[in-house]
């Protein structure tokens, strides 16, 4: 099984930009496809990003243009760059398996928060 780390959230000025990191631990991270999600207070947590094991991407709307996901098999890492950052882009951020669209799993980290003021 598969359990994740999420870090690198900060305070950041609108406009600004963030790396977060997701360090997997565990076998065959490799073969997972992997998400990122994000949390603002008082909403459901929605889908942000998500990378094949293949390396295929795909981007919620409200992001695309702006962040960026990769992943690293030999660090067993998944990035997420955010460039153009805006205060709806406040959240807490998780990192999972990605199991399909309009799906999540069960069980989630602590997530990392990044918060967009000026």
């Known amino acids: 099984q598969v359990q994740f780390v999420e870090s690198g959230g900060d305070l950041v000025q609108p406009g600004g930009s963030l790396r977060l990191s997701c360090a997997a631990s565990?076998?065959?991270?490799?073969?997972?496809?992997i998400g990122w999600y994000r949390q603002a207070p008082g909403k459901q947590r929605d889908f942000v990003a998500k990378i094949t094991s293949g390396g295929s991407t795909n981007y919620a709307d409200s992001v695309k243009g702006r962040f960026t996901i990769s992943r690293d098999n030999v660090k067993n890492t998944v990035y997420l760059q955010m460039n153009s950052l805006k205060p709806e882009d406040t959240a807490v951020y998780y990192c999972?398996?990605?199991?399909?669209?309009?799906?999540?799993?069960?069980?989630w980290g602590q997530g990392t928060q990044v918060t967009v003021s000026s």
């Open positions: 999972n398996i990605y199991i399909g669209v309009g799906v999540q799993p069960r069980t």
């Open positions: 565990g076998s065959m991270f490799n073969i997972y496809h």
